[in-house]
C-alpha cells in the first residue's frame, strides 16, 4: 500500500497521512512528538474509523491494522 506523508506547518503538533488503497483512500496523522499514528478513514473498507479506535491505528469495522504497513 502506498502513503503519502503531508507535513504540517510550525505549530501543529501532527502531520496529515494519506493511505492509498485499491478502492479507496484512507487518511490519518502522525504526531510530531512521538510519532504515533491514527487512523481516521480506513483505505480497506473505505469507512470512517469509529472514534475511540482513531488513535490505536486499527480499523473498528474490518480490523485495518496501520501499524502493520507502516515500519
Avoid: Q, T
Wanted: proline share 3%; charged share 25%; hydrophobic share 30%.
Amino acid at each position: 500500500m502506498k502513503y503519502k506523508i503531508f507535513k504540517n506547518p510550525e505549530g501543529f503538533n501532527h502531520n496529515n497521512i494519506e493511505f492509498i488503497g485499491e478502492n479507496y483512500k484512507g487518511v490519518g496523522y502522525i504526531s510530531k512528538k512521538d510519532n504515533s499514528i491514527g487512523l481516521e478513514r480506513c483505505p480497506m473498507c473505505g469507512k470512517e474509523n469509529y472514534a475511540m479506535s482513531v488513535s490505536s491505528g486499527v480499523c473498528a469495522w474490518c480490523k485495518f491494522n496501520v501499524h502493520d504497513i507502516w515500519k
